[in-house]
């Protein structure tokens, strides 16, 4: 019952932005789309978060359409260490099933040299 | 530093055994999460704990048991009865909203890998 999809892979070369999309056409108004990214066999890593608006911090932006319906995460500058599974996630509020994380499938970013 | 910690890392288990994953968080956090991701899929919810001595079942609790005595531990028993354990356990915790829609971010652990010999 996944209600995000990504592509399954994508590269980018080192020093240049990757922009990772993610389509969630059945989100509800409360429902919030989050990113995580995941090295092999560690804990995924918060990245950023948003419901409507365009949000930024020191690891990346995300641009959120009007409609809700997709998103995109753009990583400015990548390095080598961004290499990762990058998942596009909506979490659904406190009250419905404590605020659980339905995860996609994910992207695999491979940022080359 | 606050963080969760998981163990252990890796666990063996014999088919017929139960076996206990700890998971301890130092965050304050009033909510506690299971999560289970197998070879190149997402993760998946088994159990969820918002508040001290109450836990519901997530979307595949079966096999599955959690007690959450403390505030701080919120341990997971994968039984007999679960017939496919091989996976990779993540516990997370977070804040709880204090609103209907309140939302933050979840901390994950570094993960304990099961395996049935």
């Known amino acids: 019952d996944a209600k995000t999809t990504q592509p399954p892979s994508m590269d980018c070369a080192e020093g240049r932005a990757a922009n990772l999309p993610c389509n969630h056409s059945?989100?509800?108004?409360?429902?919030?789309v989050y990113w995580y990214r995941q090295i092999h066999s560690q804990g995924p890593q918060y990245i950023i978060h948003?419901?409507?608006n365009n949000e930024t911090n020191e690891m990346a932006s995300l641009i959120i359409t009007e409609d809700r319906k997709s998103s995109t995460l753009i990583l400015p500058h990548a390095t080598l260490r961004d290499t990762a599974v990058y998942y596009c996630?909506?979490?659904?509020?406190?009250?419905?099933?404590?605020?659980?994380?339905?995860f996609g499938q994910g992207t695999e970013l491979s940022v080359k040299p | 530093d606050g963080g969760i910690t998981q163990s252990p890392k890796y666990l063996f288990r014999k088919e017929g055994q139960n076996v206990t994953l700890s998971c301890e968080q130092n965050?304050?956090?009033?909510?506690m999460y299971w999560y289970r991701q197998d070879p190149g899929q997402g993760l998946r919810l088994i159990y969820y704990?918002?508040?001290?001595?109450?836990?519901q079942k997530g979307d595949i609790a079966e096999g599955y048991s959690v007690s959450r005595e403390k505030k701080e531990s919120f341990p997971l028993t994968v039984t007999s009865a679960q017939k496919n354990p091989t996976a990779f356990y993540l516990c997370?915790?977070?804040?709880?909203?204090?609103?209907?829609?309140?939302?933050?971010?979840?901390?994950f652990g570094s993960g304990t890998r099961l395996t049935v010999v």
């Open positions: 704990s918002q508040i001290v001595n109450d836990f």
């Open positions: 965050l304050n956090h009033d909510a």
């Open positions: 996630i909506v979490r659904l509020p406190i009250y419905n099933q404590g605020g659980k994380l339905i």
């Open positions: 948003g419901l409507k």
């Open positions: 059945t989100i509800s108004g409360n429902e919030y």
């Open positions: 997370a915790s977070s804040i709880r909203g204090l609103g209907s829609a309140s939302n933050y971010g979840y901390t």
